[in-house]
């Protein structure tokens, strides 16, 4: 058994007869053989199954539920609650690859995955959250760079304010 705090991602071998387990704040997560993006927010943890399947548990959800790969489960650290869905989680663990790669996504969608990437705080306004299809990859420029290209490309523009947030307007 091991325990997370923040983000990782894991590659484990198939083993029926010793499966991994990982605490993640009140919730359990037994692997027998996968790959699967996990990550521990302040209110939620998020798992992306990339291949196989991944048991969860909590104290409300004792008995268990599968998520199979190309499904996404939320765990809410309020109620112990647990949802599934279907998710792009290919897209969801790309930066474990050292990437992060949008394909015609709106600008609220592209500061969320902006924000994971760099630690920050990215916010558009609300009358910006729908706008546009963006299409890049980033690797290792910085935050910078990027929003100059979407300022340039897209008509948006952007100020930092304080140390960890980027106002998008």
Request: include cysteine; aromatic fraction near 8%; glycine fraction near 8%.
């Amino acid at each position: 058994t091991t325990e997370l705090r923040g983000r990782a991602y894991f590659s484990v071998a198939h083993d029926t007869e010793r499966p991994f387990y990982i605490d993640v704040d009140g919730l359990r997560v037994r692997v027998v053989g996968t790959a699967f993006d996990l990550d521990a927010r302040s209110d939620e943890v998020i798992l992306n199954v990339t291949e196989g399947k991944v048991c969860l548990s909590s104290e409300a959800v004792p008995d268990g539920i599968s998520v199979s790969a190309g499904r996404r489960a939320v765990f809410d650290k309020e109620d112990g609650g647990i949802s599934v869905s279907e998710a792009d989680v290919e897209t969801a663990a790309v930066w474990a690859s050292g990437k992060i790669t949008f394909d015609k996504d709106n600008l609220g969608t592209v500061c969320r995955g902006l924000s994971d990437w760099y630690g920050l705080n990215i916010i558009p306004s609300d009358r910006l959250m729908s706008k546009g299809s963006l299409s890049f990859t980033v690797t290792d420029e910085s935050v910078d760079v990027i929003l100059s290209i979407i300022s340039k490309t897209s008509g948006i523009s952007y100020r930092h304010e304080g140390n960890n947030t980027i106002i998008i307007y």
